[in-house]
């Protein structure tokens, strides 16, 4: 997935972005990083097709994505079910959009609830579960639909830290398993322990209107620990690169 | 002719051009809106001290929401026929007749703006009593600095369905005939009445466009208020907040119930989790003050209620035994009238329903579409319906006639009940979809849905509660609808618009040929058999509704 050229504005005439360029490659974890209010979550919404540049494209596979398709699949910064479902029927509901059968449909919702960890929990209301647990059925609802492209905007933003730590251990495994189509994942956060303990790449965004300011490849070997020395130097690195102004591009 | 258009005739009235009375007409538009105004004003007073006597005294709390719970689930037009008599025969005159359309108006406006008040003086955050309590405020204080202004947003929102449900009944109330004696007070139901049977169309057209005129200033008027006082009156903070109990009821039927679910988007806030909270209030009941309001307001409450039981004590002794004999003899007929009226209340309400989710779907998905088509929309539902009806009669008889034949005026009325509720249901959804959280809305888009999946899925359950509030709002209308229209004698053309069996028929003919007796009997087997289905069933869905169906609660975050 690629972005070239993007600028955007929101109605109210605010310019957001001026010129973002980026290049997420095929089984690649990439994280955005910025500072609050910078544009993170407005970049993922672009990067989905469901707002609109006012100049530029976001191609996928070099092709121009130009609205939402349930290849490209959002995991929102708010924890989002629906109260009336349960865990199964909330995964299911993007499973239905592939026009499978009736017990096909149960599978692949069963299979992705256990993937995330919930397996007996299908009978389960969102308002019977915990935050940590209506995320992962969140999560399970994007993986079902068998996306291309996984955005996620602070996926862990709303958990406590055992939770959150809990679900990033799983997360790297669970996306890129071998019989999952998943090709790439772009995640938004602005704690950068997280973004470094998963990420293959990171992109900073800073400025007003926004800019890519630096593009950052960490290849500290996996699995990652933050007592390691390398993953401290990588800490202070991105960090200058978010207090500085202006950073020349690496 | 066009109206000012060229030669100007002397006539007898002052300030009439062409035959049309300009003069009158404005002064009957003014009247009718300020009675309409006016009334409207003394329900929110009046509502704010029952809605204070409520949270003071438990005693007057369950008397006061029992009665506004049955009153709002009986469309209380149908009582008419015997209140209109008592006003017009005890006080009498004039002033009789004006109090009777006034009575009628207050009671079409009143439910709402009471119970929305309630609810919100009992959402009052618990802080905010705590810092009266902390300075002894006494009840001006108390009403001025706090709860009349957290009331505000929530009055706001029960405007528009109070004023549409004002203008509703304008010519009914206005004009009204008993037996062969036709009343009427100055207004502009009664003007067109004139004019209609000088058969001076211009006039009417007139009277329409004038008409018209005011409906659109007024709702001008009230949304820019409401917008004013939403972005002024509402506590903004994110912070939960913790709250004086649950309202005593489940949640109220009608639409006050959706303002309180979640309208004007901040409102929302208020209606995540109540935990029951101790009442600081009653922390406080050995304050002298507080214990001798709540006794006399006790007191007064029981009077009311004696008073209440004393009356129709009376009026049931009085009834002789074979006039309870005829009564009874009658009740499988009335009763025969009441499902065929079901029926049409079904029909109506299951077309409005279709049209509102297809239509609303379209206005709240299309942001061009909706600026203009909702104050459009408001407009359109504020112009009384009784008041143009008979010239949709006159207009569309024959093509109806021809394609309906013996059914026509069955479908007529049907039309009319339609005309007259539609607005309900469509506005409730329209609330609701607008109330959704935006990530479903980008859920739907990631997951490329069709029209029916959304539907089934997402939208109809997260509008649920506000189309169980909307519906009720449409059934209570639809039955008033039927009342005018089952029995319209003389409605256009020198013809009677009537259907040919129907309780609200009955009822009508009974008032008018005075027989009390029956109209006062009919009017009783319905609003008992009505209260109870409605209490009942809507209850139980609000009930459900507010279990299951909270969108705001799929949400976890911020
Ligand atoms: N609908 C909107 N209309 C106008 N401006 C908006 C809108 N939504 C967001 N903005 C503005 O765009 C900027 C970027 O918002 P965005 O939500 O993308 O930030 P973010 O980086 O995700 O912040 P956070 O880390 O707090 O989630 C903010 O300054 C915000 O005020
Ligand atoms: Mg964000």
New binding site residues.
Partial sequence: MEVVDLDFR???G?K?FQDINLKAEKGKFVAIV????????????LLGAFLKPEKGQVLLHGKPVLRPTPLISMVH?SIVTFPWMTAEENVALSVKTRNLPKDRVKEISSHALEMVGLQGFNDLYPKEMSGGMRQRVAVARSLAAEPKILLM??PF?HLDELTAEGLRQDIYNILFNEDSPLETVIM?S?NLTEVIELSDTVFI?NG?P?TIVAKVDIDIPRPRSPRDPAFDQMLDRLYSYLTKKEVKKQ | MIPGAGVLLATSSPGTINGIPFLTITLAVLATSIRVLALILLSIISGWLLAYGAIKSKIFENVFISLIEIFESVPVITFFPVVLIIFVNRIGGELGVELAADFLVFTAVVWNIWMGEYQAFKTVPNEMVEVANNYDYGFLDRMSMIYIPFSIPRIAANLFPSVSDGFFYITVSEVFSIGLTTYATFGIGTEISALLAESNYYGILTAFIIMGLVIVVIILGLRSFSERAVARYTVDTDMPIMRRGKPRIRQTARLSAVASLNTLGKLAKYNRERRPQKDPEELFSTNPRNGKGNIIIGIIALAILVYIVYSAVELIMSVSASEWGYLFSKTPYLLYGLLLDYIRVLSITAVSLVLALTLGYYFATRRRVEKFGIPIIQTISAYPVPAYFPFIFLGIYPFVDSIFGPYTEESLVLLLGFLATFYYVFYGFWMGVKAMPAEYNEIMRNLDMGFFRKMRYVILPSTFPYLIAGITSTVNSAWGGLEIGEYWPNIAGGKTLQVHAGLMKTIDLATSSGNIALAAWGSFLFAMIVAVYSIIFTRKMMDLAKKKYVAEEGIYSV
Avoid: C, I
Avoid at chain 1, 34 to 45: A, D, E, N
């Fill in positions: 929101y109605e109210n605010y957001v910025g500072p609050s209010g910078v544009g993170k979550s407005t970049l993922l919404r910064q905007d602070e933003a938004v602005h965004l007003s926004a």
